[in-house]
């Protein structure tokens, strides 16, 4: 077996510098500048999809253990030619049904059913409620060969973090 490769693996706050300097890490490293131009996309934009899910979805910040244990993570690992981006961060329990449904959703589908998804997706009016339409979800999931992966994990009666897997083959 493999032995697995960090190259990202960070947890704290995001803001847009983090994510710049976050950028830059990924990109300068030699496991993302050896792999081919087309899986090197591929694991960018999923890395870039990722983070904005969490500006996109997380809840603010309570104070004490629930913070701590809510804090914004995102990593990137190599094992074998595959990458793993692995985000999380704590949303309200209020929002779990919507982001499971359109998870759930988009891992039942095939490519094309994916591509037409995202057609009628783009094209609809946005809900002034809502949170996003799931594009990002639609794109990482045309982006691997696999389900996403994802859990929640209860943190109190309003609040549970969320983590989400998406496997890139290099």
Same mark, same amino acid.
Request: net charge neutral.
């Given at each position: 077996?493999?032995?697995? %490769?960090?190259?990202?693996?960070?947890?704290?706050?995001f803001?847009?510098?983090?994510?710049e300097?976050?950028? $830059?890490?990924?990109?300068?490293?030699?496991?993302?500048?050896?792999m081919?131009?087309?899986?090197?996309?591929?694991?960018y934009?999923?890395? %870039?999809e990722?983070?904005?899910?969490?500006?996109?979805?997380?809840?603010? $910040?309570?104070?004490?253990?629930?913070?701590?244990?809510?804090?914004?993570?995102?990593?990137?690992?190599?094992?074998?030619?595959?990458?793993? %981006?692995?985000?999380?961060?704590?949303?309200?329990?209020?929002?779990?049904?919507?982001?499971?449904?359109?998870?759930?959703? %988009? $891992?039942?589908?095939?490519?094309?059913?994916?591509?037409?998804?995202?057609?009628?997706?783009?094209?609809?009016?946005?809900?002034?409620?809502?949170?996003?339409?799931?594009?990002?979800?639609?794109?990482?999931?045309?982006?691997?060969?696999?389900?996403?992966?994802?859990?929640?994990s209860?943190?109190?009666?309003?609040?549970?973090?969320?983590?989400?897997?998406?496997?890139? $083959?290099?």
């Amino acid at each position: 077996m493999s032995k697995t %490769v960090t190259l990202i693996d960070y947890k704290g706050a995001f803001s847009f510098e983090t994510m710049e300097k976050l950028l $830059n890490t990924l990109r300068s490293t030699k496991e993302f500048q050896e792999m081919r131009k087309p899986a090197r996309k591929r694991l960018y934009s999923t890395f %870039v999809e990722s983070i904005d899910n969490i500006f996109k979805y997380a809840a603010s $910040n309570p104070t004490g253990t629930i913070k701590k244990k809510g804090t914004p993570m995102i990593s990137v690992k190599k094992q074998g030619e595959r990458f793993a %981006v692995t985000s999380g961060n704590m949303v309200l329990n209020d929002d779990i049904g919507d982001l499971s449904f359109k998870l759930d959703r %988009v $891992n039942q589908l095939d490519n094309e059913a994916l591509k037409s998804l995202y057609e009628d997706v783009i094209n609809q009016e946005a809900n002034a409620e809502d949170k996003g339409a799931g594009l990002g979800l639609i794109t990482m999931a045309l982006r691997t060969e696999d389900d996403i992966g994802f859990s929640f994990s209860p943190l109190d009666e309003n609040h549970s973090f969320f983590k989400m897997q998406i496997i890139i $083959n290099g």
